[in-house]
């Protein structure tokens, strides 16, 4: 149960981190997470503390103008939690509850990594390029030494002469255990999309901020990568570009963007999708993480994301059909 509730916060940070400025759960859930939480108390001492008035409160059910989701289910009253507020920064120091397991925001944390790789690209063709660079980085000491055993890096897949880079945050349990970017749930919804626009896996390119998943100690959850993992990796993103120079970057979610186009705390990726940014000479199209559309799968949202790529297939020059013009509208 403490480990249900462990993710459960984890999760709730990560929404935040893609860009979740809310959420609603049935006042049934939220009877349910009260009773478990006081459950563990009682249980477990102080160590967990109690869901308060203030963190999560049953507001009305009209839907907040900031809200992401604005279908809450049938016979639900949505509850916002306290992560609608802006927080306070620096993040003051407090009494250890039971999220601190999880990770500081990456402003404030430190992993004691090395400086970022430095290196040249041989001269060669794109492929070869892009061969010499995976072999580089499957065999970087820093990038292997934060692997768990049987697990594998991440380095990217697709063509070499790649219009569009779609470029993700890290790879989850999935990819670390294929070597493959993108092959959970979300890779599935990414797939599907690419496949929309009438293109395929085998003819744009994937890559992700981090070569490696970042630690959570077991199978479940991710947690979003710190500023200073970012830095580490951003050189191995970097050479990726400069060898297939895309036409396009689709920066999916507010991690990707932030490896891109440079942290920012204030960047709301709810306000900041459907606008292009430029990574040096690329332009970046900013728009939602596929798992982000997973759990919030209202029509609205599919839309926004679609409407996204579709300006994406106008700047690179895809036809689009009346079909593709108007899906999910
Ligand atoms: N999410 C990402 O950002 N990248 C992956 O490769 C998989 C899931």
């Known amino acids: 149960m403490r480990k249900a509730l462990n993710r459960l916060i984890d999760e709730l940070h990560r929404l935040k981190e893609q860009g979740y400025e809310g959420v609603e759960v049935s006042a049934r859930a939220f009877a349910q997470l009260k009773e478990a939480v006081e459950h563990q108390l009682a249980q477990a001492g ?43 920064r620096p993040v003051p120091a407090r009494e250890p509850s039971a999220a601190d397991h999880r990770p500081p925001p990456p402003a404030t944390q430190s992993s004691n990594l090395p400086a970022p ?14 061969a010499w660079l995976k072999d580089r980085v499957l065999s970087c000491p820093v990038c292997t030494s934060h692997l768990r055993p049987g697990k594998q890096l991440v380095f990217g897949e697709g063509s070499p002469d790649a219009a569009i880079f779609f470029c993700g945050e890290a790879p989850g349990a999935d990819e670390e255990t294929q ?70 970057i689709v920066g999916l979610g507010a991690t990707a963007l932030n490896g891109l186009l440079g942290y920012d705390p204030e960047r709301r990726i709810t306000s900041v999708r459907g606008q292009w940014f430029q990574h040096g000479s690329i332009p970046v199209m900013a728009t939602f993480h596929p798992s982000y559309v997973n759990r919030n799968g209202t029509n609205r949202i599919k839309r926004m994301i679609w409407e996204d790529m579709l300006a994406v297939m106008e700047r690179v020059g895809i036809p689009i059909s009346p079909k593709q013009q108007a899906y999910f509208t």
Request: with cysteine.
């Open 46 to 88: 102080p160590s967990i503390a109690p869901i308060p008035a203030s963190s999560a409160t049953v507001v009305d059910p009209a839907p907040s103008p900031t809200a992401v989701n604005r279908e809450p289910p049938a016979q639900t009253h949505p509850v916002r939690s306290t992560f609608a507020q802006p927080e306070p």
């Open 117 to 130: 790789p430095v290196f040249e690209i041989p001269a060669g063709s794109k492929t070869e390029q892009l």
């Open 179 to 248: 070597g493959i970017p993108f092959v959970g749930e979300a890779g599935k919804l990414l797939t599907r999309i690419i496949q929309a626009m009438g293109l395929s896996r085998e003819t744009i390119y994937i890559g992700n901020i981090m070569k490696w998943r970042p630690e959570t100690g077991s199978d479940y959850g991710n947690r979003p990568p710190t500023l200073e993992e970012m830095a580490f990796c951003m050189p191995y993103l970097e050479a990726q570009l400069e060898i297939i120079r895309p036409q396009v």
